[in-house]
């Protein structure tokens, strides 16, 4: 068998636009991730950083990049910022993808404030039902998970399997596991991207550890195979409204009801080959 141990990097990212997944209680991005800056020649750079960056910031086409207004860099004394789920709809979103078309084909329609992590509000919610109450969950908290994933590629090379390990999440939480693809970017014709295996909701115990695991077929084609779409990363993402959503990564995504916080850097697996 041909395994490979990765280990994940907190975010708060998830594609450039929206520059994050979270915000502070004034509405600015709080990224961690690849921060657009201004290079000396004249172009884009997109170094992973973090930094607190504006809502106005100059939104380009799909698939293009400018820089972030950067109010200010992140540092260690930023760790009691409390966080937030991006308002809806999505502030400096230039991704033209709907998450859930059969469950909620209406989501750019959708207006909904900011909300404060530990008090979204779940649907359907009863108090009789028991919800648990949380602290305001802070950056220091956020930025303490860890994880770690395996990928083996199976003997007979027609699936890969995938296994996680996890410790720092937010205790007591629903997380979900997506996959992102080659093509889920592809200005030309961007894919969706969809949740890595079925279910793919764990959950973080009381301590914020967790476990996952998943098998998905032909993850890893030859890339010059016709219509092959790679699995290039994956993304851990704590789910707001403590849910999972069938065969989708969310119905709005992007901050709106998933928050990306573990990923790999960049576009992996490279060396991976499955087949049909």
Not at 87 to 107: I, T, V
Not at 123 to 136: M, V, Y
Request: aromatic share 8%.
């Amino acid at each position: 068998m041909n395994a490979h141990v990765l280990d994940l990097s907190v975010t708060t990212q998830g594609p450039a636009y929206p520059p994050s997944e979270i915000m502070d209680k004034d509405g600015n991005f709080v990224t961690i991730g690849r921060i657009n800056r201004a290079g000396e020649d004249g172009n884009v750079s997109a170094a992973w950083g973090s930094a607190l960056v504006a809502q106005d910031s100059p939104l380009p086409p799909f698939g293009a990049h400018a820089p972030y207004r950067i109010l200010r860099e992140l540092t260690g004394d930023d760790d009691d910022m409390e966080l937030y789920t991006l308002p809806l709809p999505l502030p400096c979103n230039n991704y033209p993808m709907l998450f859930a078309p059969e469950q909620r084909p209406d989501a750019h329609e959708v207006v909904r404030p900011s909300h404060p992590l530990h008090e979204v509000p779940i649907p359907d919610l009863r108090e009789a039902d028991g919800p648990r109450r949380r602290d305001p969950i802070t950056l220091g908290q956020w930025r303490r998970a860890r994880g770690q994933v395996e990928v083996t590629v199976t003997e007979g090379g027609t699936a890969a399997e995938f296994e996680f390990w996890f410790t720092g999440l937010i205790p007591d939480s629903v997380y979900t596991v997506m996959s992102l693809r080659q093509k889920d970017l592809d200005p030309a014709g961007p894919t969706r991207p969809g949740p890595l295996g079925i279910p793919n909701a764990f959950y973080a115990d009381r301590g914020g550890a967790g476990h996952y695991q998943a098998r998905l077929p032909d993850p890893f084609p030859e890339p010059d195979r016709p219509g092959a779409n790679r699995v290039i990363n994956v993304v851990v993402l704590w789910m707001s409204y403590q849910q999972n959503y069938g065969g989708a990564i969310g119905h709005f995504g992007l901050g709106g009801d998933i928050h990306a916080q573990l990923k790999l850097t960049g576009p992996s697996f490279q060396e991976l080959i499955t087949r049909s």
